[in-house]
């Protein structure tokens, strides 16, 4: 297979990730903005085959994030969630990351 039939099929499993997991709705129920990036939205998914996603609310409110957290925790397979808070510093957020298992294959999606 090439490195394009590849990709084109690892698109589509993506996109069928993030419609079966409905994580993009689960942010946007708390008004949050969800912007694809990485190679997903550049169309290179071919080796890597994480999904990245940037999150972006009016204010920031860790309750609130972890709510969809919570959420997301108590109905998909999500094997471990890595969380970094930079509230008190130049960045003002927090990060995180879900590592989300799905078809014997771990997804990692950047949060």
Request: aromatic content about 6%.
């Amino acid at each position: 297979m090439d490195i394009h039939e590849l990709a084109r099929q690892n698109q589509q499993s993506a996109w069928k990730v993030l419609e079966d997991t409905r994580i993009i709705e689960a942010w946007e129920r708390i008004g949050a903005t969800v912007r694809l990036v990485g190679s997903l939205r550049t169309g290179l998914l071919a080796k890597s085959r994480d999904i990245d996603i940037h999150i972006y609310t009016d204010r920031l409110d860790v309750g609130e994030s972890f709510s969809v957290i919570r959420e997301l925790a108590e109905r998909l397979p999500l094997q471990e969630i890595q969380y970094r808070n930079l509230i008190h510093t130049r960045k003002s957020a927090w990060s995180g990351m879900l590592y989300i298992r799905i078809e014997n294959r771990i997804l990692g999606s950047l949060i």
